[in-house]
């Protein structure tokens, strides 16, 4: 596959929106990204077949294992998000349960905000103390408590920027500087702010997830989830993928996230950033009218976009 725009970082988030990890040509000469409806794929021989078998080949083997409509997802959203590589799921919540499994195990200790999506919240107090992790809430955007409840056996800091639904705002270079100190994961869920206002690999986070069901879809008629970050952390989430039907997103549904509409964003990308320059610019319009602040304990503040 060629290279192109995409793959250079200097470019902007517009034009990232528009090209980002997609070819330079698709199949057939169509001008979006066709659905590849298979479960299954065929292999040209023999040779081919033990070239990929030994890891010479990179190409889809089983329809659970990948799927090039749904591939377009993810390497969309790694273009945005400026990392190595994505993993889409079913869902937000598959996505970040996903993460949390591939990165913890029994007498790891987890670390949240308390003011975290509330089902995040229950998963990890309810569902993961059965099986030995313990965790710790710390007050929102309260970094000094994160530092003082940080153990050997912290594995992973969860948090929002910004929270859902209380847009409290961190300061995410100190945040991932805790976490390495600590030899423990960040995963920030950056659903609310979308790589076009807020790109946390650059301030050193981990893991990036995304509800893909909200901002990067756009139009309400869309489940997906999406992982984001180094390869290394990504991995285990895509073997988690795999092995699950129920986080495998659909090829259809991928295909509406990627390039379906002309109107919209990963469900209609190409207008990513108006979309997120006009709501980011209400949103600051509005608060200053009414008095209050637009993000809380806010390193990062919105500003009105330059037309």
């Keep these: 596959m060629s290279k192109g725009p995409k793959d250079n970082d200097s470019y902007s988030p517009l034009t990232r929106a528009v090209q980002g990890g997609e070819p330079r040509s698709y199949p057939y000469d169509a001008l979006t990204h066709p659905i590849v409806q298979t479960a299954t794929y065929s292999f040209a021989n023999t040779a081919e077949l033990v070239s990929f078998m030994?890891?010479?080949?990179?190409?889809?083997?089983?329809?659970?294992?990948?799927?090039?409509?749904?591939?377009?997802?993810?390497?969309k959203v790694a273009a945005l998000e400026g990392v190595d590589d994505a993993v889409a799921f079913s869902s937000g919540m598959a996505a970040v349960t996903s993460a949390i499994l591939a990165l913890v195990k029994s007498d790891s200790h987890v670390v949240l905000f308390a003011d975290c999506y509330r089902r995040t919240r229950q998963f990890v107090t309810g569902f993961l103390s059965r099986f030995g992790v313990t965790h710790t809430l710390v007050p929102p955007g309260d970094l000094d408590a994160l530092e003082r409840v940080m153990t050997d056996k912290t594995r992973l800091v969860i948090s929002e920027m910004p929270t859902n639904p209380y847009q409290t705002c961190i300061d995410l270079d100190r945040l991932s500087a805790i976490c390495k100190r600590g030899r423990a994961k960040s995963m920030i869920d950056s659903t609310f702010a979308t790589p076009i206002n807020l790109r946390p690999a650059e301030h050193g986070i981990d893991l990036v997830v995304h509800s893909a069901t909200k901002y990067l879809a756009g139009h309400n008629d869309v489940l997906a989830g999406v992982v984001a970050g180094r390869r290394g952390p990504?991995?285990?989430?895509?073997?988690?993928?795999?092995?699950?039907?129920?986080?495998?997103?659909?090829?259809?549904?991928?295909?509406?996230?990627?390039?379906?509409?002309?109107?919209?964003y990963v469900c209609s990308s190409r207008t990513a950033r108006p979309r997120h320059w006009r709501s980011s610019w209400s949103a600051t319009r509005a608060s200053s009218r009414s008095g209050i602040r637009a993000c809380h304990r806010t390193s990062t503040t919105p500003s009105r976009p330059s037309s």
Excluded: F
């Design 54 to 75: 030994e890891g010479n080949l990179e190409r889809e083997e089983y329809g659970r294992y990948g799927n090039p409509t749904v591939r377009a997802v993810e390497q």
């Design 234 to 264: 990504l991995a285990w989430c895509a073997t988690y993928a795999t092995c699950s039907e129920a986080c495998s997103i659909r090829t259809r549904r991928s295909w509406c996230c990627a390039v379906s509409r002309p109107s919209g």
